[in-house]
């Protein structure tokens, strides 16, 4: 009985042993997860001509949007500044990632997806400063529909007449299909109006149903000044091309058009958004992933103001992934990002005359973990923006040799 | 029994034990993964499920696996998260989903190196969408497969 007991003591002993070397090892990966940052960020310029980017900070296990400014086109950032009071949730991995856009006076939009416990589920956040982002107002909810459902994959843009668009990915469609035992393709894509600076929205309006789950939507103002959005689709039965419509601010848009003609058809997350811009001449200039005949690839083409696409060109190699394009007067930038086996690059492809001649090169590259690349037209030309892990924001001018 | 006898006993079974814990638990994927996870299995056919913990058309999979699994229990399934082990929260997440399906004795998942490189060394065909699948046969061949998988897929493949 005695050398039972003495037995159950060591055997004790050995598992408080055990149970040491595993906190200790709790301990080294909790450390570690200090370090891995998800790196998802926004750019935007102001009137003033400064760049402004929105990331995302985790301190322990409270995380913040920051935002940070540079006045000389991203030579010297400002410290990151948070820009809520109370931290909360904030998704910052790529397709999903905070959102920074500017209002006629002066105003600061921003917008995250908030995810909440359960699986996909979240919401959209919005945040705005009125006075040049020394306060910032508590975080409001964008969405009337408050289900504990996906909410997420946001974007933002501002018309000319100062109105706010937020679009999302929802699925309170896919899921009273689900309650009715019915079958859904995809999510659906809805979108809610601000008149009043930021101070409420109007919504929700649907755009489309059958949209892809998991990717970015692409949001710009045509040569009319109308927001367009862009997004990938699920066309009948499961083909994962792209579409695109016109957004109103009474909550009426236009009715969805095709926009790639790829046929990939698949039940999975392509985990890649779509990339447009037009110019004033009234040509809308888009960039997607796709899998063509087996082969997967980035795409560039052109639309002519009547909407007909010109024949896609495929952008770098297999690796080529996340494109963005922007465009300022008669200059066109593709930007790419594609791994080379030892360290990913950022690829670009430019035009002066508007895509009838393009040249082609490489801005950067990292050899560790990146975001994707981001192309923004300021008034002094086209830049890249890259947040790298090791480096952190990168900016070069892509429109010049 | 004496006290001494005990403890030896005792310290024999949990270094006995502790391989069998280790290899329940989730293992790192470096660069030389994808190597690694073929030498594991010895040169028998198997199905390496790619998954993350954000891919909704992955839990299909990874049901459907778990539930061919049950009924054969040969099959040899590997599951390769692309979430980080190195983050806390989404390891613990990753283990409570492959241990509610079962599925946590071949359990792989992203470690410090790059996702970029990670995904690389998956394979340098792949883009990124998931659920993605590779079928190994004996000959350690291996075919892609990127979508949802059916029971026919696995009956098809693991078919004597």
């Known amino acids: ?40 960020t926004s750019v935007a310029v102001d009137s003033q001509g400064s760049l402004w980017i929105v990331g995302k900070e985790a301190a322990g296990v409270d995380q913040y949007v920051t935002v940070q400014t540079s006045t000389d086109m991203g030579k010297t950032w400002s410290e990151p500044r948070r820009i809520q009071q109370t931290p909360e949730p904030v998704s910052a991995d790529g397709e999903n990632r905070p959102k920074i856009a500017f209002g006629n006076k002066g105003e600061i939009y921003i917008t995250y997806t908030k995810p909440l416990a359960k699986p996909y589920t979240g919401e959209i956040r919005f945040v705005r400063s009125l006075d040049g982002g020394k306060t910032f107002a508590p975080p409001i909810t964008v969405h009337a529909n408050r289900d504990v459902i996906t909410h997420r994959f946001e974007s933002l843009i501002v018309d000319r007449e100062g109105r706010i668009y937020v679009a999302w990915i929802d699925k309170r469609d896919a899921q009273a299909a689900l309650a009715h035992k019915r079958k859904y393709a995809g999510a659906a894509l809805y979108y809610a109006v601000s008149v009043d600076a930021g101070a409420s929205f109007r919504g929700d309006y649907k755009i489309a149903e059958h949209s892809c789950e998991c990717c970015r939507i692409a949001l710009a103002l045509d040569a009319q000044g109308r927001p367009v959005a862009f997004w990938r689709h699920v066309f009948e039965p499961n083909v994962r091309d792209h579409a695109l419509a016109e957004l109103t601010p009474d909550g009426k848009p236009s009715a969805i058009r095709r926009a790639t003609f790829d046929d990939w058809r698949i039940d999975a997350c392509p985990h890649q958004g779509p990339g447009l811009a037009f110019s004033a001449d009234g040509k809308r200039h888009q ?29 770098g190699d297999a690796q080529a992934q996340h494109a963005d394009v922007a465009v300022r007067g008669s200059d066109i930038v593709l930007a790419w990002k594609q791994f080379d086996g030892k360290a990913s690059a950022i690829l670009s492809r430019f035009s002066h005359d508007g895509g009838r001649t393009w040249q082609e090169r490489e801005l950067m590259r990292t050899s560790g973990a990146s975001d994707q690349p981001r192309l923004l037209a300021s008034a002094s030309g086209i830049v890249l923006v890259w947040r790298t892990g090791d480096e952190g924001v990168r900016t070069i001018f892509a429109d010049r040799r | 029994m004496s006290g001494k006898k005990i403890v030896t006993l005792l310290c024999f079974a949990l270094w006995w034990a502790l391989p069998a814990y280790a290899a329940q638990a989730i293992q790192t994927f470096e660069p030389d993964g994808m190597a690694r996870i073929v030498a594991s299995q010895k040169g028998k056919p198997f199905v390496l499920m790619v998954w993350s913990l954000d ?19 040969n099959l040899r399934i590997v599951t390769l998260s692309t979430d980080s082990l190195e983050d806390e929260q989404a390891a613990a997440l990753m283990k409570k989903k492959l241990s509610s399906l079962g599925l946590n004795d071949h359990a792989w998942a992203f470690g410090a190196a790059s996702p970029e490189q990670l995904r690389y060394a998956v394979d340098s065909k792949w883009h990124g969408e998931m659920p993605r699948s590779y079928w190994f046969n004996a000959k350690g061949e291996r075919t892609a497969y990127s979508g949802v998988i059916t029971p026919g897929m696995i009956a098809k493949f693991f078919a004597p």
């Open chain 1, 1 to 40: 009985m005695r050398v039972f007991d003495r037995g159950r003591i060591v055997f004790a002993a050995l598992l408080l042993l055990c149970g040491i070397v595993n906190l200790a090892w709790g301990q080294q990966s909790m450390h570690a997860h200090m370090h891995a940052a998800e790196l998802g």
């Open chain 1, 287 to 315: 960039v997607w992933f796709d899998m063509k005949e087996n082969e997967g690839g980035v795409f560039y083409a052109a639309a002519d103001a009547a909407g007909k696409l010109e024949k896609p060109i495929r952008l």
């Open chain 2, 55 to 73: 891919c909704e058309f992955c839990q299909a999979s990874l049901d459907t696996l778990a539930r061919e699994k049950r009924k054969h229990r």
